[in-house]
């Protein structure tokens, strides 16, 4: 769900790489196409985070073209997006889920920090008491 965005990425005159994330209203650029990538990930993070701090809902991913660069968001940011994202959607607050946790608001403040190193178990510990299931895809590098 919030694991992969596109990225729509278009080489400039000088060389360097334009970078649009379609459906999220980011841009930025790099350059070299490595360095376009990293840096349309750094944006997406930025943006989400910006999501959060701002009580909105995390906007699903567009459809992937195939062959389309992407911007792949580390496993722990994908959890927290859907613990965030979920507990949105059930109107529960940090201190009811804390409470179902047997744990202080602060860890749960915690668990929605894109910066903060939680402990993935934690939040699908978390996820399950709001009847969500984790599943993980290793997949190629391109």
Same mark, same amino acid.
């Given at each position: 769900?919030f694991?992969k965005?596109?990225?729509?990425i278009?080489?400039?005159k000088?060389?360097? /790489? /334009?970078?649009?994330l379609? &459906?999220?209203?980011?841009?930025t650029?790099?350059?070299t196409m490595? !360095?376009? @990538?990293a840096e349309g990930l750094?944006?997406l993070?930025?943006?989400l985070r &910006?999501? @959060?701090q701002? *009580?909105e809902?995390?906007?699903?991913a567009?459809i992937?073209?195939p062959g =389309?660069?992407v911007?792949? +968001?580390?496993p722990?940011?994908v959890?927290k997006l &859907?613990?965030? =994202?979920?507990?949105?959607?059930q109107g529960?607050? *940090?201190?009811? +889920?804390?409470k179902?946790?047997?744990?202080?608001?602060?860890? $749960? *403040?915690?668990m929605?920090d894109?910066d903060?190193?939680?402990?993935i178990?934690s939040? $699908?510990?978390?996820?399950s008491? +709001?009847d969500k299931q984790?599943t993980? !895809?290793?997949i190629d590098v391109?």
């Amino acid at each position: 769900m919030f694991s992969k965005y596109p990225l729509h990425i278009e080489q400039q005159k000088d060389g360097s /790489f /334009f970078i649009d994330l379609p &459906g999220i209203e980011g841009v930025t650029e790099g350059a070299t196409m490595k !360095e376009a @990538i990293a840096e349309g990930l750094h944006c997406l993070i930025t943006i989400l985070r &910006g999501y @959060i701090q701002n *009580r909105e809902d995390i906007p699903p991913a567009p459809i992937i073209k195939p062959g =389309q660069p992407v911007a792949i +968001l580390p496993p722990l940011m994908v959890v927290k997006l &859907g613990l965030y =994202q979920a507990m949105k959607d059930q109107g529960v607050t *940090r201190v009811e +889920l804390a409470k179902q946790l047997g744990a202080s608001e602060n860890t $749960v *403040r915690r668990m929605l920090d894109l910066d903060h190193k939680s402990h993935i178990g934690s939040i $699908v510990e978390a996820l399950s008491i +709001l009847d969500k299931q984790v599943t993980v !895809e290793v997949i190629d590098v391109i």
